[in-house]
């Protein structure tokens, strides 16, 4: 890897009770859009986890007792300085994740402060229940408490966006957090750290500690004093991580991967419906645990639907990420890209055809980038359902489409993966698409939508793609223990 031409290096710190900590050793951190290495990140362990979870235990009497005004409001000042630096922050997490510019400003970090506002809100409107039993003269009710230390670890994805999506639920319920990023992208992380103070959030409410996921969240994971840990990231890992914890019984929530389907019916509004499917599939690179990676059509509409996707894939434009007129940014990393690319070769092995895209048409690339790790939107065809690219998890810029027949067959096509996050049907006979969503085996079913979303309600995957559900109510559950209390009067 070359150094990014003698510039200083960004130097991130652990933070810990409120205070920047250096660390003993770090790792580098790429820009994805370069190939250079521009950062270095805290390689915490132990020690640096150890140190934190003593800061958020200290932190946790003081803001546990806290009223949810208190807190809401402190929550929704963060929300505040965060947008004050939108700008900045949607530049960090470009050059820091390889996504472009317009996604970091329109999609990443507004979605990172609504999630502060967001439970800031929500955090004041829940009750609790009470049921009375006369004859025995008792009443009864829950009560709610938060349950302490969190421990909550995040993907290198959509990086402020699922950390804030945890962190803000976890403290605005009155825990005190141990937070570890992705590795691989810190910076926004850290930037948030800046914040805190100024927002009112006292020292070792938020603590965030940088790191591998071997090192830093295996330490989180088996620490005793972290009853819970909220985790997004792969299903292997979460394999893991449910391992290493096992011993100490601790409440975990697991937000996974996907191997989404998209259900085209012979009456729905292809007008709508492609240009929407494309960036179902290649919004962030491919990189979302919710993008489309196998499409289903109806045979009738079948080669229609083929040719204006291709051609609507085609338009868009992958280079620079800070360049606004692009579409698609960097992939993450050189492995990942090689995984990608390798996904594509398999599948052309098993002749399936690739329509556009990876080893078709060529990438021009401006010179800074010729390093960088990108790969263009892939379209591939005629693939076997049991074909890898079919059943695994690609998380890249490639999706599968494929024919079918009738409602009953591409039913049980879709389901017919380990996976089970999300889905998306599209017609215009309401009577199916209700039929289709009730049987579809997925946490998430979008009809004639990609992506619409109202924190409110659960979030979350069946199968491998998780266990729990995130959301107004079902964050505020995980993040709380609940209390049966009975009254005899
Ligand atoms: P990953 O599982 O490799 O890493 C996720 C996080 O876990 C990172 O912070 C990593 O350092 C940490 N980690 C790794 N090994 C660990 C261990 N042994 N103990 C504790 N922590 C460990 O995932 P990734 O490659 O960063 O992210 C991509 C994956 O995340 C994809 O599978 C994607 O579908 C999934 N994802 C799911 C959702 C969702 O909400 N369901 C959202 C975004 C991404």
Redesign the pocket.
């Known amino acids: 890897p070359t150094m990014a031409h003698s510039q200083a290096l960004l130097v991130l710190e652990n933070f810990i009770g409120g205070k920047f900590v250096p660390c003993s050793s770090y790792i580098d951190s790429y820009n994805p859009s370069t190939g250079d290495v521009y950062c270095r990140v805290p390689d915490s362990g132990k020690e640096e986890v150890e140190a934190a979870v003593k800061a958020a235990k200290d932190a946790f009497p003081i803001w546990s007792s806290k009223s949810p005004l208190e807190r809401s409001q402190i929550l929704n000042k963060l929300a505040g300085l965060i947008e004050h630096d939108l700008e900045a922050f949607a530049q960090a997490e470009s050059k820091d994740q390889g996504k472009t510019i317009t996604f970091a400003r329109t999609v990443d970090i507004p979605r990172a402060v609504h999630n502060f506002r967001f439970f800031a809100s929500s955090i004041l409107h829940h009750v609790t229940e009470c049921t009375e039993m006369p004859a025995m003269g008792c009443v009864h009710y829950t009560s709610r408490a938060p349950v302490g230390v969190a421990g909550l ?6 990086p402020l966006y ?1 950390l804030t ?1 945890k962190i803000a639920p976890a403290i605005a319920c009155g825990n005190t957090v141990v937070a ?6 810190s910076v926004t992380a850290w930037m948030m750290c800046k914040l805190l103070e100024k927002a009112g959030v006292p020292p070792g409410v938020v603590n965030v500690v940088f ?4 090192k ?3 330490a ?2 088996c620490h005793p004093d972290v009853p819970l ?1 909220s ?8 394999q ?2 449910t391992e ?1 914890s096992a011993p100490h019984c601790k409440r975990l929530s ?5 191997k989404n389907p998209a259900i085209i019916f012979d009456d729905a509004d292809l007008s709508q419906c492609i240009p929407t499917t494309v960036r179902s599939s290649f919004a962030n690179q491919g ?4 993008c489309t990676s196998r499409i289903f059509v109806q045979r009738g509409i079948y080669s229609e639907f083929l040719k204006r996707f291709v051609a609507e894939a085609k338009k868009w434009k992958t280079g620079n990420p800070s360049d606004p007129t692009v579409d698609v940014g960097a992939l ?1 990393s050189k492995e ?1 890209l090689e995984k990608v690319r390798n996904y594509v070769k398999k599948a052309q092995a098993e002749g399936a055809r690739v329509l556009c895209g990876e080893g078709v048409d060529p990438l021009a690339l401006p010179p800074g980038n010729q390093k960088g790790y990108f790969m263009l939107p892939t379209v591939i065809a005629e693939v076997k359902d049991e074909s890898c690219c079919m059943q695994e ?1 690609i ?1 890249g810029p490639v999706t599968c489409v494929v024919a079918f027949d009738t409602e009953e067959e591409v039913i049980k096509r879709a389901n017919g993966v380990k996976y089970g ?1 999300a889905a998306t049907v599209w017609s215009s006979n309401v009577g199916r698409v209700h039929r289709v969503a009730h049987r579809l085996q997925s946490g998430l079913v979008w009809t004639n939508c990609w992506l619409v979303r109202d924190l409110n309600l659960p ?3 069946m199968k491998a ?2 266990i729990g559900r ?1 959301g107004a109510k079902d964050s505020y559950e995980f993040f709380t223990e609940v209390k049966t209390i009975t009254i005899k009067h």
């Open positions: 670890i995040s993907p290198w994805n959509l699922l999506w570890k990023p992705s590795e691989m992208t790191g591998t996921g071997a830093a969240g295996e989180l994971v840990i985790f997004t990231g792969s299903t292997l890992t979460a893991r991580i290493r697991l937000e996974l991967g996907g990189e979302i645990c919710l993450i990942h998890e998380f996050l979030f979350g995957g793609s998780g995130e």
